[in-house]
T-cell receptor, first 115, second 109 residues
Framework: SAVISQKPSRDICQRGTSLTIQCQVDSQVTMMFWYRQQPGQSLTLIAT?????????ESGFVIDKFPISRPNLTFSTLTVSNMSPEDSSIYLC????????????FGSGTRLTVV | TQLLEQSPQFLSIQEGENLTVYCNSS?????LQWYRQEPGEGPVLLVTVVTGGEVKKLKRLTFQFGDARKDSSLHITAAQPGDTGLYLC?????????FGTGTRLQVFP
């Protein structure tokens, strides 16, 4: 399975600022996914990032708040813009390599605290 | 909106006990996966079930996919402290993996 490197692993940010999270995969993948995990809760899909096209956002998530870049088949970034304390969460990137049968591979996540 | 409800939300048991976690939805999924997540890490796949009624065993863990492919269960026999973690079911449809609400398991020695 793929190995995902996600940076930063954690950060504490002031409200009103923006943070860009990087996700690097050790192999080429067609689709990359960004999830949010609020404290003590499950994972919610933010968007699907495809190389060469705009990201597809899930209901409740908008591009102005969570712009995503996907410049090549091994890299993606998620920006959390104009942050508020409600954005404090773990953000995870994920890929599927091979068939879905082998599951999604996740990065270790970025723990974001907004103060 | 496809929702996957897990029960129970929290489970604290003694080492050696058995337990079952349930994952229910009103939607049909083409496949269903179970993941375990430990603090500071991303979820890690335990199993994928595809066929309605399918049963899979992974050492002390038994997974079942409902006949109608809307629900699933995870049974752990003789739980151990190393089983502690967040258990997540996830249903797959139309290029999306949707996660359940999660079950946090604590196994005490």
């Amino acid at each position: 399975s793929a190995v995902i490197s996600q940076k930063p692993s954690r950060d504490i940010c002031q409200r009103g600022t923006s943070l860009t999270i990087q996700c690097q995969v050790d192999s080429q993948v067609t689709m990359m996914f960004w999830y949010r995990q609020q404290p003590g809760q499950s994972l919610t899909l933010i968007a699907t990032a495809n190389q060469g096209s705009e990201a597809t956002y899930e209901s409740g998530f908008v591009i102005d708040k969570f712009p995503i870049s996907r410049p090549n088949l091994t890299f993606s970034t998620l920006t959390v813009s104009n942050m508020s304390p409600e954005d404090s969460s773990i953000y995870l990137c994920s890929v599927v390599t091979g068939t879905l049968f082998y599951g999604y591979t996740f990065g270790s996540g970025t723990r974001l605290t907004v103060v | 909106t496809q929702l996957l409800e897990q029960s129970p939300q929290f489970l604290s048991i003694q080492e050696g006990e058995n337990l079952t976690v349930y994952c229910n939805s009103s939607s049909v999924f083409s496949s269903l996966q179970w993941y375990r997540q430990e603090p500071g890490e991303g979820p890690v796949l335990l199993v994928t079930v595809v066929t309605g009624g399918e049963v899979k065993k992974l050492k002390r863990l038994t997974f079942q996919f409902g006949d109608a492919r809307k629900d699933s269960s995870l049974h752990i026999t003789a739980a151990q402290p190393g089983d502690t973690g967040l258990y997540l079911c996830a249903g797959y449809n139309t290029d999306k993996l949707i996660f359940g609400t999660g079950t946090r398991l604590q196994v005490f020695p």
